[in-house]
């Protein structure tokens, strides 16, 4: 469900192109995951609290998020906090955080792999794209995803229901 099996194929086919390592937060993954390409390049956290995916996110050139079902995406929002762009699977809670091409990029389910290395291959060469995609997620994480903000935005809510 999380596309792992996707992301890992696609950066394998990208590997020979562009110098990166991977690092895999929460997950530990067996040695047979791994494309040959990638062996010693992919580097797992096993599970973190909030602040040590934010410590893992720091710095990273993208995070990858090609779930194809996710009902929320809080670790989109996480990355969006630590200025970090996202590419991802176009599902879910995640087409409601995601603006296309303004604060992340997303893959389409059926071409989940082809999408993630065309994506991770951009992000990689163009300095200004990544840039651009953080500084605009992160905008938009202060404007609609603050806890005021949320605060706010539910107690319209209730009052709309009652």
Known sequence: ?????????????????HRFDVLLIGHQPQAHEIPEPLRGRVHATGWLDARGVAEALHGCAAFLMPSRYEPFGLLALEAHAVMCPVIAARTGGLCDIIIENETGLFCAPDRLAEDIARHVGA??????????????AYARLVEHYTIPRICDQLELLYAAMA
């Open 1 to 17: 469900m999380k596309g792992l099996d996707a992301a890992l194929r696609a950066l394998a086919a990208i590997a020979g192109q």
């Open 123 to 136: 992000v990689l060469r163009d300095n200004d794209l990544r840039e651009d995609l953080a500084h605009a």
